[in-house]
């Protein structure tokens, strides 16, 4: 069985600083990996997704996250946030050749401070 | 056209009262979820059923059961409402072999 550990559970950041959110997993077997984000009172969103290939992901909204198979890692970063950027983001893997069904963390609760 | 769609928004009900959330999605997946977030927004899956398997959540009371009148549509009933059903519950679906899940608005279920 697989699990996420997201290790902050909040992070706070003023508008145009970088940003590091950080996420971990385990896992017996090869693994899917995704980042999906939620503004406030709406449902989740995929940012990106490693399926393989390259490890470095590209998402949406300026967001990458680098897969390091080795620290059993998925971090997300920003270059520089935005205000509109503050939200909930989720950490997700799922594992290969399973049931697709995903676990996901317990969430990073992003605050973009002016 | 909203890719997946649940109603109500908003579910406000008393204890021991049975409900329904509706889910549709048109997005042609063959496979749909249901998922709890509570307060602290942590996200547990409930069910994820398609159209040859339901897997549930072992950790769901069988209060809750999922009803699917056919493929596009996965309806969450509810019996003897709990204070403790109180959460924001997500409708969402992925397609075959697939990956990512594409997540509905929510619906905020508030039982007193």
């Known amino acids: 069985a697989q699990s996420v550990t997201q290790l902050d559970s909040q992070v706070p950041v003023f508008e145009e600083a970088p940003v590091e959110l950080r996420c971990n997993y385990s896992s017996s077997v090869s693994v899917y990996l995704f980042w999906y984000v939620q503004y406030p009172n709406q449902g989740l969103q995929l940012l990106l997704k490693y399926l393989s290939g390259s490890t470095l992901v590209k998402g949406i909204n300026g967001f990458e996250a680098e897969f390091n198979k080795s620290q059993t890692s998925f971090h997300l970063r920003k270059p520089s946030v935005h205000i509109s950027d503050t939200a909930e983001y989720f950490c997700?893997?799922?594992?290969?050749?399973?049931?697709?069904?995903?676990?996901f963390g317990r969430g990073t609760s992003l605050i973009v401070h002016p | 056209d909203t890719a997946v769609s649940q109603t109500p928004k908003y579910l406000v009900t008393q204890m021991g009262n049975d409900k329904s959330i509706k889910c549709e999605q048109n997005?042609?997946?063959?496979?749909m979820y249901w998922y709890k977030q509570d307060s602290k927004k942590f996200l547990k899956i409930m069910f994820s059923y398609n159209n040859k398997e339901l897997i549930i959540n072992e950790t769901v009371p069988n209060r809750f059961s999922p009803k699917s009148p056919d493929k596009a549509h996965l309806n969450l009933h509810i019996n003897s409402l709990e204070l403790g059903d109180s959460a924001v519950y997500f409708c969402a679906s992925s397609p075959r072999g697939g990956n990512e899940q594409y997540f509905g608005p929510g619906t905020r279920l508030t039982v007193t």
């Open positions: 997005l042609g997946h063959d496979t």
């Open positions: 997700a893997v799922s594992e290969r050749g399973g049931s697709y069904i995903p676990t």
